[in-house]
């Protein structure tokens, strides 16, 4: 029997001043502020694994972890739950302002944050008037392109499973192929929003994805040459990455119920 409880840790980050969710060499990474801050606690090293990673620069409104820590001593309770370090509150004491602890949540012992996820869904936000609150959150551009265009190629996308030309070259990972569920353009007050939702995605997919659409929506290219792009399986036919800044993390899915939270 393990001696020890898997946690899942429910957080959320401005990606800004971060080389991503990973731990980088010579680089702060989420993973690695968030590793020391859980050590801090439990008095021990801990090793978080997230549910997949982000980019430098790129957020995330949602974003799960697990980690494991040892059990507490019968009748006792956990350095999670015990004071001063009472759930929550004592991460995000020691966590900088723009990375948040929502929920710490017990799971059984083979929960995997990475692997039990069933989809993931993101966001990438643009606007065209300039606007200060908006620096490093969005992506401003200058022409409103047709949203319409857009539209029309992203639905011919979910015909696809095969991704290869939005993925970055020389990746490590067994396929390409992704099941998209959801991929379209919604007008906002302030400008325009992507909503891409997926099993799984690859290394700057959605970032190829949407500097691709942009192509379309500024009519430089037809909706239906994203289907000779997607069928060419090579990256340099479709179109640049587009800024990290405008990119988030925002809804990650798992086939059981995430309850029973620690106190805040």
């Not at 494991?68 to 739950?81: K, N, Y």
């Not at 959150?137 to 200058?142: G, H, I, K, M, V």
């Not at 430089?220 to 994203?226: C, Y």
């Given at each position: 029997m393990s001696n020890n409880q898997r946690y899942f840790i429910e957080l959320a980050y401005n990606g800004t001043a971060y080389h991503g969710w990973q731990i980088q060499q010579n680089a702060v990474s989420v993973q690695e502020l968030l590793n020391k801050a859980l050590s801090t606690i439990l008095r021990q090293p801990i090793e978080t694994t997230g549910c997949g990673r982000t980019d430098t620069g790129v957020h995330a409104k949602e974003f799960f972890a697990h980690f494991?820590?040892?059990?507490?001593?019968?009748?006792?309770?956990?350095?999670?739950?015990s004071t001063p370090f009472r759930g929550r509150g004592g991460l995000n004491a020691l966590l900088p302002p723009?990375?948040?602890?929502?929920?710490?949540?017990p799971v059984h012992a083979d929960a995997h944050a990475r692997f039990d996820a069933t989809s993931r869904s993101y966001q990438y936000h643009v606007h065209f008037n300039k606007d200060p609150f908006l620096q490093g959150?969005?992506?401003?551009?200058?022409d409103v392109p047709d949203i319409n265009l857009m539209n029309q190629a992203a639905a011919i996308m979910m015909e696809y499973i095969d991704f290869s030309c939005f993925s970055k070259s020389n990746t490590q990972v067994k396929t390409n192929n992704c099941k998209i569920t959801r991929a379209e353009w919604v007008k906002t007050e302030n400008g325009i929003v992507f909503h891409i939702t997926a099993d799984r995605f690859l290394r700057n997919m959605v970032r190829a994805i949407v500097g691709t659409l942009m192509m379309i929506g500024r009519e430089?290219?037809?909706?239906?040459?994203?289907r000779e792009i997607i069928e060419s399986k090579n990256r340099s036919n479709a179109g640049t990455s587009v800024p990290a800044c405008g990119l988030y993390l925002t809804k990650v899915k798992y086939p059981y119920q995430l309850v029973a939270p620690l106190a805040p």
């Open positions: 494991d820590a040892p059990l507490p001593p019968e009748g006792g309770v956990s350095a999670l739950e723009d990375i948040a602890i929502k929920n710490i949540i959150a969005s992506w401003q551009l200058r430089e290219i037809s909706p239906e040459s994203i």
